[in-house]
């Protein structure tokens, strides 16, 4: 059945109670069959492994892709196939809504190892012991979903906000399960095409895979695929073109086949990629060769220099040039800070409204659960990373204030300023704790992972809202997601992406390890983090010189530039958190994505009329098209990478 709504009139004069009701009414399914066990199932297990092309993406780029309609769109597919092949019935929309719930929350279980925990390990010189980490991520994760549910009645039952993610989420579940089969299953075929295609890819790119295989069967010799498309040329010519005497390979100036950073760029879309790729330019073919040429930039302990080696002078101009323009895009917009606190005071005696009693989850659950499992994120702070306990309480505190502003600007945009406000966190830790740099990276990862976790929650809970499901059985669901993400994603991190070297004794420091991600995995959210807490905690001294006038210049920059962009009204080619944030990742990453968003753009230009067959095929199926390149891609890059550790002898 189409999906129903309240017009903006009903929004603004009806009362809670009278929303209640006429939800109740008209939309709510009843006991249409909703977290079964095979959507649980389905969600935990479709979830964990997307979760893990999170991690691949969030170790490259510093984000993290919503996976929640890639989930429906397999689910609903495999439960078509089955159901035709009598195998099953087919899923109701609800069971569907029920897994995304699952499988989304499973997906945003990677945050904290690309960014805080990431941070922590790499300036400590230690790791974390793997069932730290596991019990620390869940305990954030569930006592985000424990603070979101007082807020749900307020931001969906009440004020009806759209939550845009969310609200697409529940758009494509209602057009697959009520609209044309041929339609979606296009949808499914492409997504499985496109991700068979990147798995390919990604697997005869692994030179080590194919040279065991040629040892095996030698009258074979297959030749691995070039992962550099300028490789043939340096073999052919025996010359790499250079920059001020640093060659361009050394400055990852090259052309990478990489599928699913075109599919991320697919995702990001033209003006994102587009800034990436200059930043990634200003930074590797002008700035770097200069800064090698003038000594700035000095080689490793091999006489190498490479992106790791580069990116310790530049990340302070990325850095900083992100951090202004979000700072000031957070409070460029008042009327979402004075309208998130102003609802802490507005009377509603509606709330007491028993309308939805018997489905809502009750808030008898929030009030005594968030001081237990506060208390216990406050005591694992103490006991795993050394939080003081009063710096503990004030963290937790502080996630209420940071809950409400993230699910009304979520609410609103989408967009959870996560980044600002652990900044802001950090600021405010590097007062009350100078010169601790791990109290600094751990309370901000408290009060933004937690913060993340409560407006996720609720845009999963939209779909279901507008699709008339329980939202407590939702909430269920994303506590299984949470505990599905956490156990697939955390031993692959250790066992694929954490590395680490041991660093002899020296008269300032222990014996401790060095704790890297490889060239590949640059971990740029988890450089962002570092780089300011090691300026809040060890002063300006420890960046060079060039660097802190790089630095300057980024700040005014990011500022100008994001002032630009407001005051266009969004329409500034630009955007300047992507600029600073080419500064930090490789520019043949940065080329992939810049790609990606191409030639999503130029076929929306030349097949506008959306009834022509490109259109439909291409254009309107954007999302499956780019999400089947990053799962695909992914998933593979991980398979082989656990491969070439466990299989193939050294």
Not at 343 to 348: D, E, T
Not at 504 to 517: C, R
Request: proline share 6%.
């Amino acid at each position: 059945m189409p999906i129903q709504e309240l017009n903006e009139e009903q929004v603004r004069t009806w009362s809670l109670e009278e929303k209640d009701s006429w939800w109740l009414k008209n939309v709510f399914r009843g006991d249409m069959p909703q977290l079964t066990i095979r959507s649980a199932i389905t969600g935990m297990m479709l979830g964990g492994i997307l979760s893990l092309t999170n991690l691949y993406v969030g170790a490259k780029t510093g984000w993290t892709l919503g996976v929640g309609i890639t989930s429906v769109i397999l689910a609903y597919a495999m439960f078509k196939v089955m159901a035709q092949l009598g195998l099953a019935r087919e899923f109701t929309i609800l069971e569907n809504n029920a897994m995304q719930s699952i499988a989304t929350a499973a997906g945003y279980m990677t945050s904290p190892m690309i960014s805080s925990l990431a941070a922590y390990m790499m300036v400590m010189g230690l790791v974390i012991p793997m069932y730290q980490t596991v019990l620390w991520i869940v305990a954030l994760a569930i006592l985000g979903v424990l603070f979101a549910f007082p807020f749900k009645r307020r931001f969906i039952n009440d004020e009806q906000q759209p939550f845009p993610e969310g609200r697409a989420a529940g758009i494509v579940m209602d057009s697959l399960h009520h609209g044309e089969a041929l339609a979606s299953m296009l949808k499914a075929k492409l997504l499985v095409g496109c991700a068979a295609v990147a798995a390919l890819v990604k697997f005869w790119q692994t030179e080590e895979i194919f040279a065991w295989i040629n040892k095996k069967l030698p009258p074979l010799e297959i030749p691995a695929l070039p992962e550099f498309f300028d490789e043939w040329f340096y073999k052919l010519s025996g010359w790499t073109p250079k920059i001020l005497g640093t060659p361009v390979t050394s400055l990852t100036l090259r052309p990478e086949l990489d599928l699913p950073m075109v599919g991320a760029g697919g995702l990001m879309g033209i003006r994102t990629g587009g800034s990436l790729l200059l930043g990634a330019l200003i930074n590797y073919a002008i700035l770097a060769p200069i800064m090698i040429q003038h000594g700035d930039i000095h080689p490793n302990a091999k006489g190498i220099i490479g992106f790791r080696e580069i990116t310790f002078w530049a990340l302070w101009g990325g850095v900083a040039m992100m951090t202004t323009a979000s700072l000031l895009a957070f409070f460029s917009k008042p009327q979402i800070l004075i309208s998130s606190f102003s609802k802490l005071f507005q009377p509603r005696n509606e709330e007491s409204s028993e309308v939805l009693a018997d489905i809502e989850l009750p808030l008898t659950v929030s009030i005594v659960g968030i001081p237990v499992l506060g208390a216990l994120v406050v005591w694992m702070a103490w006991q795993f990373f050394g939080v003081e306990i009063w710096l503990g309480i004030v963290a937790v505190f502080l996630v209420f204030f940071f809950c409400l502003i993230a699910i009304n600007s979520t609410g609103l945009t989408s967009i959870t300023p996560i980044g600002a406000m652990g900044k802001l966190t950090q600021l405010t830790f590097g007062a009350l704790a100078p010169r601790n740099i791990g109290t600094n990276l751990m309370t901000a990862g408290i009060t933004g992972e937690v913060a993340s976790h409560s407006a996720n929650l609720l845009m999963d809970i939209k779909p279901g809202y507008m699709l008339g499901a329980k939202p407590r059985q939702q909430a269920l669901g994303h506590v299984l997601g949470v505990i599905a993400g956490s156990l697939m994603s955390v031993p692959v991190f250790y066992a694929v992406f954490l590395h680490t070297e041991p660093v002899p004794a020296t008269a300032d420091k222990p014996e401790h390890v060095q704790v890297t991600f490889g060239e590949e995995f640059p971990m740029p959210a988890a450089t962002v983090w570092k780089a300011v807490a090691e300026v809040l905690t060890e002063g300006l001294e420890k960046i060079p010189v060039s660097a802190r006038y790089a630095a300057l210049i980024g700040a005014i920059l990011g500022v100008l530039l994001e002032w630009t962009r407001i005051g266009t009204k969004n329409r500034f080619p630009l955007s300047p958190v992507a600029l600073g944030l080419g500064f930090l990742i490789p520019f043949h990453t940065c080329l992939s994505m810049f790609l990606g968003g191409l030639i999503f753009w130029v076929a929306e230009k030349i097949w506008s009329d959306r009834e022509s067959k490109m259109n439909r095929v291409i254009v309107q199926n954007q999302e499956p098209i780019c999400a089947g390149l990053i799962a695909g891609g992914a998933l593979m890059g991980i398979l082989v990478a656990v491969l070439v550790v466990l299989v193939i002898p050294k």
